[in-house]
């Protein structure tokens, strides 16, 4: 079982940094080499109302999501809920990917439409800069559905 889960990861890996092969890079096609994965991350999202933390900076809104990207560009999408200490029900919603850009809408992000994130991959990891939105995501990217 660990030689399979060595194995998903290393494919994983290699589809998301885009080595094809010994000094092959590509660029990441969000499109192609996220469909049919399950990201898990963290969003950076500015307060609606700004809030001043407690060394008076602003502080930001943190929230912990689940998109699994299915390949018919749909999306079941959850988030962290820190009130009832659980997931969201998921929501079945759109996503797409053109080039390094990932756009996904998830309902506690609470922005007016999807966010927009340009993508840097490295393995499984991920992390991005908001597009049409001021925010920053990571996390990582495993095969499938763990949506469970």
């Known amino acids: 079982m660990r030689r399979r889960t060595i194995l998903a990861a290393l494919t994983v890996a290699l589809t998301l940094s885009g080595r094809a092969g010994a000094g092959n890079v590509e660029a990441l096609d969000a499109a192609k080499d996220l469909a049919d994965k399950t990201l898990s991350g963290v969003a950076y999202l500015p307060q609606a109302t700004p809030a001043l933390g407690a060394d008076g900076t602003p502080s ?86 763990a949506l469970r």
């Open 60 to 145: 930001l809104r943190t929230v912990m999501f689940q998109a699994y990207l299915r390949p018919d560009g749909s999306a079941l999408v959850r988030a962290w809920d820190p009130v009832a200490n659980r997931y969201t029900p998921t929501d079945t919603l759109s996503w797409r990917g053109d080039g390094d850009t990932l756009c996904l809408t998830v309902p506690a992000f609470a922005l007016p439409d999807a966010l927009c994130v340009a993508l840097h991959a490295w393995g499984p990891a991920f992390a991005g800069t908001g597009v049409n939105h001021n925010a920053m995501v990571k996390g990582d990217v495993r095969p499938g559905s």
